[in-house]
């Protein structure tokens, strides 16, 4: 039951976010500047500040980082495996799509909000400290995959394509450079961590505004019959995948919680623009968001439950 309380004020924003757009509140263009001030400002003075304050702890969660990167690895393998034998045979665009939005979780806008109110600020830090890990290998396994799955192999162009894009990724630059200040032993002056701290607590609530303005919940039944196994792929397999390989490298409890937490978040916004940006099925992959946000509504709440949280 806690997980339904848990859920439901997540719900209650995110509907909040998508009655200003039906109303006329926010235009399109507002919903850009809402990505973009959460992408370029808040999430870059979170992760820094949370990287930097954890500084030398980092390179202790060995355990974490293992687990956490075999299941971003072996989920797409087994979306891939599942969409050529079965789901999307002989359509090597949409297995491309279904590899790549496996292992792609909605950590920034929908997980971070989540570990907040299921596990409380202890919940918070530990996932941005998670997302810190994660976020590097995140982005390249993703892109590769679906690289991988499109030309059958991959190539040396297509690791210097997701090196180029990870290098520029504001939120990837501010964990790495947070972990290289704190291992230096260069000191922040406080007024600058408090003064991160102040923009990082905007992130809760903007993001889950951000993400009602952007998700698009039309033509939901027909998206059903198509992409229902992606989401289940993501849902279920991802959160169970990192539950298991966390028995083999156990991790201390909350960071165990948050990770399967965060496995189990619906696939990332944003897979649909590098789906664009790759060639893919922009179409297809926009569905994938849209049904597995969806979905967690009752997916979230069950992995909640199985954790034993509350």
């Given at each position: 039951m806690k997980g339904f309380y848990?859920?439901?004020?997540?719900?209650?924003?995110?509907?909040?976010g998508m009655a200003l757009r039906a109303k006329g509140f926010f235009s399109a263009d507002d919903k850009d500047r809402f990505a973009r001030l959460l992408y370029w400002v808040v999430l870059p003075a979170m992760f820094f500040r949370n990287t930097y304050m954890a500084g030398d702890s980092l390179?202790?969660?060995?355990?974490?980082?293992?687990?956490?990167?075999?299941?971003?690895?072996?989920?797409?393998?087994?979306a891939f495996v599942m969409a050529a034998a079965v789901t999307h045979?002989?359509?090597?665009?949409?297995?491309?799509?279904?590899?790549?939005?496996a292992g792609r979780s909605n950590n920034v806008y929908l997980g971070l909000p989540a570990c907040m109110l299921a596990l409380g600020p202890e919940g918070m830090e530990a996932a941005s400290l998670y997302v810190a890990l994660t976020m590097p290998g995140y982005q390249i396994a993703s892109i590769l995959c679906g690289e991988a799955v499109m030309s059958g192999r991959i190539t040396r162009e297509s690791l210097a394509r997701c090196a180029a894009r990870v290098t520029?990724?504001?939120l990837v630059l501010s964990c790495v450079l947070g972990f290289f200040v704190a291992l230096l032993g260069i000191p922040v002056p406080q007024f600058i961590l408090t003064s991160m701290k102040l923009v990082s607590d905007m992130a809760t609530g903007l993001?889950?505004?951000?993400?009602g303005l952007s998700l698009e919940v039309s033509g939901l039944l027909p998206a059903l019959r198509r992409t229902w196994h992606d989401a289940l792929i993501k849902l279920f397999l991802h959160p169970a995948l990192t539950w298991a390989f966390l028995l083999i490298w156990p991790?201390?409890?909350?960071f165990f919680k948050v990770a399967v937490i965060l496995a189990a978040m619906p696939t990332a916004i944003n897979t649909f623009i590098i789906a664009g940006g790759m060639g893919l099925d922009e179409k297809y992959a926009c569905e994938v968001v849209a049904l597995s946000t969806v979905l967690s509504a009752l997916s979230i709440p069950a992995w909640i439950a199985i954790l034993g949280i509350g």
């Amino acid at each position: 039951m806690k997980g339904f309380y848990i859920i439901l004020p997540l719900a209650m924003v995110i509907l909040l976010g998508m009655a200003l757009r039906a109303k006329g509140f926010f235009s399109a263009d507002d919903k850009d500047r809402f990505a973009r001030l959460l992408y370029w400002v808040v999430l870059p003075a979170m992760f820094f500040r949370n990287t930097y304050m954890a500084g030398d702890s980092l390179v202790s969660h060995s355990n974490l980082v293992l687990a956490a990167y075999a299941a971003i690895i072996f989920t797409p393998v087994a979306a891939f495996v599942m969409a050529a034998a079965v789901t999307h045979r002989g359509d090597r665009m949409r297995q491309a799509i279904s590899a790549m939005a496996a292992g792609r979780s909605n950590n920034v806008y929908l997980g971070l909000p989540a570990c907040m109110l299921a596990l409380g600020p202890e919940g918070m830090e530990a996932a941005s400290l998670y997302v810190a890990l994660t976020m590097p290998g995140y982005q390249i396994a993703s892109i590769l995959c679906g690289e991988a799955v499109m030309s059958g192999r991959i190539t040396r162009e297509s690791l210097a394509r997701c090196a180029a894009r990870v290098t520029r990724n504001p939120l990837v630059l501010s964990c790495v450079l947070g972990f290289f200040v704190a291992l230096l032993g260069i000191p922040v002056p406080q007024f600058i961590l408090t003064s991160m701290k102040l923009v990082s607590d905007m992130a809760t609530g903007l993001a889950l505004i951000a993400l009602g303005l952007s998700l698009e919940v039309s033509g939901l039944l027909p998206a059903l019959r198509r992409t229902w196994h992606d989401a289940l792929i993501k849902l279920f397999l991802h959160p169970a995948l990192t539950w298991a390989f966390l028995l083999i490298w156990p991790a201390p409890d909350i960071f165990f919680k948050v990770a399967v937490i965060l496995a189990a978040m619906p696939t990332a916004i944003n897979t649909f623009i590098i789906a664009g940006g790759m060639g893919l099925d922009e179409k297809y992959a926009c569905e994938v968001v849209a049904l597995s946000t969806v979905l967690s509504a009752l997916s979230i709440p069950a992995w909640i439950a199985i954790l034993g949280i509350g």
